[in-house]
């Protein structure tokens, strides 16, 4: 019997800052991938040409089936349109398959083929079900920690979407009504603590006046403190960064064992650039997890870290197309 004829998709991860592509092949992978800056400043006419030459840099002879896209902003329920991303100037809403669609037809992508979008946290989670760490499970929730806290839900190893397609927003799930506010105005919300920019902003605050080795590393006032810095002082025996970490761990844990109560979902992913931080996180995470699911509800309650990193974006978004094609079959 013949071995099965490759299947290509790509896999586009937009940021503000940064923009990845990827050629994936459904079963194996990421072929092939370049990054470069996205030059959001250029406004998204400029933005949406970057994509497509950055499709053109990884597609070489390989026919696709189509290109998916990991977008922050508000993304519509048909995948087809994204609005108001953040950190990309005079972006209000694209049609996608219209404004992508005519600058990749140009480059020999078939009419027929989608340009599907879906939130970039959601596409991380899609990512990890089928070629990450969140292989094992039929269902769990894909935590992103890094400048703010994403979330998705699989089910059954598929997206729970909710109503609108905004389901999974941990990051502005509250865990006290009296605690500090989070971007979008949620007294509490764990983005408020967990967040790149207000972890670092604790850390300093709660570590000025203590003995730590950051004073040689994040500056005298600690001013240059990050979650990277935090995590090489707690690898080098800092109690005072471990701490904090634990600390930052124990929030994590407290809202993942609501999110068991509520949905029943007793298997966590946890990725992004504040998951670095690995064991020193993650273990207080699970101690307060622990502690904060009913009994009855506690066997089988499992954190585990991604460790593909941010190719599981660019996996997902490819992941959106196949799925698409499926669907639509």
């Not at 605690?179 to 983005?191: D, F, N």
């Not at 006032?221 to 810095?229: C, G, N, S, W």
């Amino acid at each position: 019997m013949s071995a099965e004829s490759p299947e290509y998709a790509v896999g586009v991860d937009l940021g503000g800052t940064n923009l990845k592509v990827a050629l994936v092949e459904r079963r194996t992978g990421i072929v092939r991938q370049t990054s470069f800056e996205t030059d959001a400043d250029e406004g998204p006419e400029h933005v949406l040409d970057r994509i497509a030459d950055g499709v053109d840099r990884v597609v070489h002879d390989e026919s696709i089936e189509g290109v998916g896209i990991g977008a922050p902003g508000i993304v519509s329920m048909d995948r087809t349109t994204v609005s108001h991303p953040p950190n990309i100037p005079g972006w209000k809403t694209v049609y996608l398959p219209d404004q992508l669609g005519k600058r990749l037809r140009n480059s020999g992508l078939p009419l027929e083929a989608p340009i599907v979008a879906e939130n970039d946290a959601n596409v991380a989670g899609l990512g990890s079900a089928f070629y990450g760490a969140g292989r094992p499970f039929d269902s769990f929730v894909m935590v992103t920690l890094g400048t703010g806290v994403g979330g998705a839900i699989i089910v059954g190893k598929r997206l729970f979407r909710g109503t609108t397609g905004g389901a999974g927003e941990l990051g502005h799930v509250s865990i006290d009504y009296e605690g500090p506010y989070s971007r979008a105005g949620v007294a509490g919300a764990i983005e408020a603590y967990l967040g790149q920019k207000h972890l670092s902003h604790h850390a300093r605050h709660q570590l000025l006046s203590r003995d730590t080795t950051l004073h040689q590393t994040a500056g005298r006032d600690l001013t240059d403190v990050t979650p990277r810095r935090l995590h090489a002082s707690a690898v080098a025996g800092d109690v005072a960064a471990q701490e904090l970490l634990a600390w930052a761990g124990h929030k994590l844990g407290v809202l993942l064992g609501s999110v068991v109560n509520l949905l029943d979902i007793r298997k966590f992913v946890v990725g992004g650039g504040v998951s670095n931080a690995g064991d020193y996180i993650l273990e207080p995470a699970r101690e307060a997890l622990k502690r904060s699911v009913m009994s009855s509800m506690s066997e089988g309650v499992e954190i585990v870290r991604e460790e593909q990193g941010n190719d599981v974006a660019l996996l997902g978004a490819a992941r959106l197309v196949f799925e698409t094609l499926e669907d639509d079959s």
